[in-house]
């Protein structure tokens, strides 16, 4: 009988085949084989030369790594915090007032509203905003006729601005996510944990903060972490917004590696940016899973 | 009346994020005098689909919404495919070790691609692959099934158990009850999975964008992408590409949503 189990269990291996083939083609040996070439130096064409670890110590003395950095950190801001943040209160709001009050079905076209942008492929919202932000564009046009026009600036070609706008598009891409998902955690949570409070005369701030809020945490805590992760890897929107420009303001570890492996042709440095990122970003997704798992069994 | 103001500044909200589309839709449709004359945000007199005609042929558009479509609907059906034969060993089957295949599967899907991209550049080279949709395809049929295994893992193993029984009892084999009980029984869960790994696919920018690079093999968002990074288009042609490049989305969404309620529904009945 136990060795027929274990024929059976045995014989299922055999429906993994092709996705373990796969993963090992397309994702582990390549990506050992980056963390190889984060070893060596390498122009992309003949042999790679073994240096040993002096692209990490030439990274962590490299300014526009550090910066790159930095701005992941104001995306992550971007992208996780303020969509986390501002969705929460949407949702609350769609959910109690505009659900309860005005019918599900405002409430289902306003959500869709928001979420709309959510669909677009990240190059295309970048072409977009690109247009809308360019010193001749809508934002300073539209400045002008409301009787602002001391306010237009040149959003993506000021260096001290362009962070800020990028940040700014970002979050307009991104807010519909939480918004979608919170909006089903509610619907999942207890609504009369809810008229209890209401019945004891909690202010809606009081309940949205200590009744709903608790209620949906583990959604919050999948939306943080997918956010958080998504920020580090931004890429498209750079891209097509700014290149990292001007003169480095809005550059990310992402773009980083890519213009030292294709337009620099340092492989083996973008390599190694493309290393850290990683190690970084398996460990943030451990350490969120590790308090998330904490704060499930408290 | 605070409600209402509730419901005001949502409206303010929602119009706020859909400015953009109003804004692109209304320059596409003007021609480059009129955008001179008015400016942007000048409603267009006489409508022109001229500039939309005229960067559809410059890049081929019909060519490259081909292309998209090719990719990620042969994606999204390979990724369906794949994770269902992992879902069911893992989730079914129990096969030994499957938490931490599982896992290898979920940090699969968590790796960022650039630290995959420059090997799977010289990779796709040496063997021939490199500029060819294969080589998109391949990629991310497990990049996508590796969320899907996620996904349906959980699903099947909560799949009754009776039915699996009473398949087994009147001689089904693994094969069978696989084609005949579990994946008719979990068609809704695969649906969603299929739009999911469709509209990812379609939106993907990164590796099509250093795979591909001749006009015959370019995604709709690569081929956006690039021109857009040459600043070679006027203000009424970007409108235009943008427009186009928006509008698949929108598509797309409308579907979308009603697969999810399809999906969330059937879930909900089971």
Redesign the interface.
Known sequence: MITRTVRE????????I??AL??IA??????V??VG?SFTRWQ?VGDPQWTGLDNYTRLFGDSTFWSSFQHNLALVVAMAILPTAAGLV?AA??FD??GK??GPR?ASV?R???Y??Q??????A???????L?P???LN??LG?AGLGFLAQNWLGDPDIALWSVMGVLL?IQ??YPVVIFMAGLQRADPSLHEAAELDGASWWGRFWHVTVPQIRPEVFVVLLTCT?AA??V??PI??LT?GGPGGATNV??YF??QN??EKTQ?GY??A???V??VL??VL?AVFLKVQNRGERA | MK?HA??WS??V???A??A??V??ALNALKTPAQYASG???ALPTDITFQGIADFWDRVDFGRKLLNSFIISGSVAVLAVV??V??A???G?????GRLW?LI??L??N??????????????AKVTGLYDTQLSVI??F???Q??FG?YLLTSTYAGFPHELLEAARIDGAN?WQV?VRIVVPVSRPTLGVLFVFSF?WT?????LP??LLISNDTQT???A??VL??QRLMD?TM??A??LL??IP??V??LI??RTLTRGITAGAVK
């Not at chain 1, 397309?26 to 990506?31: A, E």
């Not at chain 2, 968590?110 to 990779?123: D, G, H, I, R, S």
């Not at chain 2, 379609?202 to 990164?206: G, H, S, V």
């Open positions: 269990r045995g014989s299922y291996l055999l429906f993994l092709p996705g796969l993963l397309v994702i582990l040996v390549p990506f084989m980056n070439i992309g949407v709001a769609l007032v505009i009050r005005f405002a306003l869709a509203c928001v709309l942008p669909v677009l492929p990240v190059a295309v970048g072409i977009v905003w690109s247009w809308i360019a001749q564009g809508a046009e539209f006729l307009w807010l519909g992760i580090l890897k890429f498209g891209y097509v290149r570890p992402s590696s890519f492996f294709f492989v973008g390599a940016i493309a290393t990122l990683t970003i398996l997704t | 409600r509730v419901l949502l409206i909200l929602a119009v994020m859909l953009p589309f804004i692109v400016g942007p945000l794949v994770s034969l992992n069911y060993a893992l079914i089957g129990r096969v030994r295949i290898a599967f940090v699969a968590t790796l960022p691609q650039e630290a995959m991209v420059y090997p799977l550049y010289f990779l391949v990629i049929t497990i990049v099934a590796a295994t693994k696989l509209i379609w939106n993907e920018f990164f964008l250093v709709v968002p690569v956006l992408g857009q990074g203000a970007t409108s590409s943008a490049g928006v989305a929108i797309f969404f979308f949503q």
